[in-house]
Structures are given as structure tokens and as C-alpha cells.
């Protein structure tokens, strides 16, 4: 079973910029695609972006189409999403996903796994 732990969420103004890590510990994630998820409060948690195991493979919610970027390092055991161009609608706790397999696992929370606890991020205006 893999563990998922968040950071480097915070406060920023926007406009601002965040990036936030996914580091994985008890296996490699080298062969699993993975993804990155928000919910904000009241709403339910939606797709943000997610890679297939190379990186080669991305997809993005077309709200951050432009200003999110998903990428990983393998050698690490981490993935990432660089945050630019923030907005307050942006204000969520941010999970990372692990899928089943090395194949981009998309928008839907079925195809994922392992889950992280979460690292809220707040954009005020």
C-alpha cells in the first residue's frame, strides 16, 4: 500500500503562485499514473489534473487549462503541480491520487486508489 503526503499548500494573494508536492512512501509510484484533486467547502471533490507514469501523458480540468502544470520525478517518489496565475476560486483542499495503473488515469476518482490527506490552499483577492 502506498502513502500519499501533500505540501506546500499555504495563503497567496492572487495572481500568485504555489507549488505543491506529493511525495509517496511504502512502495514506488514509478508505474502508477496519479492525479491531483480539490474540494472546496460544501462542493464536491473534483479532477484538477493527473500524468500517466512517465509524465509523458496529462490532462487537465479546463478551468486550469493554462496556469496548472502536473509533473513528477520518479526518482523521488514525488509528483507535483505548479500552481501560477492563482485565483480565489482556486481556494480548496488539494489531494493527490494514486491510479491502479501506469496509464493516465483521468478525471475519474474510480481509477484511483490511494489517497492523501490533503493540503489546503487559499487565494484571497
Known amino acids: 500500500q502506498v502513502q500519499l503526503v501533500e505540501s506546500g499548500g499555504g495563503s497567496v494573494q492572487a495572481g500568485g503562485s504555489l507549488r505543491l508536492s506529493c511525495a509517496a512512501s511504502?512502495?514506488?509510484?514509478?508505474?502508477?499514473?496519479m492525479g491531483w484533486f480539490r474540494q472546496a467547502p460544501g462542493k464536491e471533490r473534483e479532477f484538477v489534473a493527473s500524468v500517466n507514469w512517465s509524465g509523458a501523458s496529462t490532462n487537465y480540468a479546463d478551468s486550469v487549462k493554462g496556469r496548472f502544470t502536473i509533473s513528477r520525478d520518479n526518482a523521488k517518489n514525488t509528483v507535483y503541480l505548479q500552481m501560477n496565475s492563482l485565483k480565489p476560486e482556486d481556494t480548496a483542499v488539494y489531494y493527490c491520487?494514486?491510479?491502479?495503473?501506469?496509464?493516465?488515469?483521468?478525471?475519474?476518482?474510480?481509477?484511483?486508489?490511494?489517497w492523501g490527506r490533503g493540503t489546503q490552499v487559499t487565494v484571497s483577492s
Open positions: 491520487a494514486a491510479g491502479y495503473y501506469g496509464s493516465n488515469p483521468g478525471s475519474n476518482l474510480d481509477n484511483y486508489r490511494s
Open positions: 511504502g512502495r514506488t509510484i514509478s508505474g502508477y499514473g
